[in-house]
C-alpha cells in the first residue's frame, strides 16, 4: 500500500510525463549549438604552417591514393579513424585539465589581468575536435563509396578524408600549446595570490 499525496480535487487525475509542455525541436539545442560554433575557429588566419602543410600534404595524398589504388585503399582507413578518434579523446582530456583550473580566484586574477574571457583559451581544442568529427564523417563517406564510384568522385572524398585527418593530427600540437599556455597563467595566478 503506497501513500498518495492529498489533492485539492477529490478525483483529481494523476499527471505523469507525457502531461509535461513539450519542447520545441529547435529550442535551447540549437542556441547551445550556435553558442558552440562561436568557439570554432576554422579560419586560415588561426592556422600554423604546420597545420596548413598537413592539411594539403594529407589532401594531395589521400587523392591520390584513393584515385590511383582504388583497390589498396583499405588499410589506411582503420589507421585514420583511429588517429582522428585518439586526437578527439586527448582534446577531451586536455579540456577537462583546463576545466579543473576554474575557481573563482583564478578566475578573478584572469580577468585583473585581461585574460577573460577564460573560454578562449578552449577555442584550440573545439576547433580541433569539431575538425575531427567531421574527418571521421568523411573517412565514414569514403568507405560508403560503391565500388563503381567515378575516380574523381573518389579521390575528392580521399583527398577531404586525408586533408582533415592530418589537420587533426596537426591541430594537436596548437591544442597542447594553448594548455601549456593556460598553466602558466594558471601558476602566474597562483603566485600572484601569495
Not at 503506497?2 to 509542455?21: F, L, V
Not at 575557429?41 to 584513393?66: R, T
Request: charge should be neutral; glycine fraction near 12%.
Amino acid at each position: 500500500m503506497s501513500i498518495q499525496p492529498a489533492s485539492s480535487e477529490p478525483n483529481s487525475p494523476k499527471k505523469g510525463p507525457e502531461d509535461k509542455p513539450r519542447r520545441r525541436i529547435f529550442g535551447e539545442g540549437n542556441k547551445a549549438f550556435t553558442k558552440y560554433l562561436g568557439h570554432v575557429e576554422i579560419h586560415p588566419e588561426y592556422w600554423s604552417l604546420f597545420e596548413l602543410l598537413a592539411f594539403i600534404g594529407g589532401a594531395v595524398g589521400g587523392g591520390l591514393i584513393a584515385y590511383n589504388r582504388y583497390r589498396h585503399i583499405g588499410s589506411p582507413v582503420p589507421v585514420a579513424a583511429s588517429l582522428t578518434g585518439l586526437v578527439i579523446g586527448a582534446l577531451i582530456a586536455g579540456m577537462a585539465i583546463m576545466a579543473r583550473c576554474h575557481d573563482p580566484a583564478f578566475l578573478k586574477t584572469l580577468d585583473r589581468h585581461g585574460g577573460s574571457p577564460a573560454s578562449k583559451y578552449f577555442s584550440p581544442f573545439i576547433t580541433t575536435a569539431t575538425v575531427g568529427v567531421v574527418a571521421i564523417l568523411a573517412i565514414i563517406s569514403y568507405t560508403l563509396l560503391p565500388v563503381g564510384a567515378s575516380p574523381v568522385c573518389r579521390a575528392a572524398v580521399g583527398a577531404a578524408a586525408g586533408g582533415l585527418t592530418l589537420l587533426t593530427l596537426a591541430g594537436l600540437t596548437g591544442a597542447l600549446g594553448t594548455l601549456i599556455t593556460y598553466l602558466d597563467v594558471y601558476e602566474y595566478a597562483a603566485l600572484d595570490e601569495d
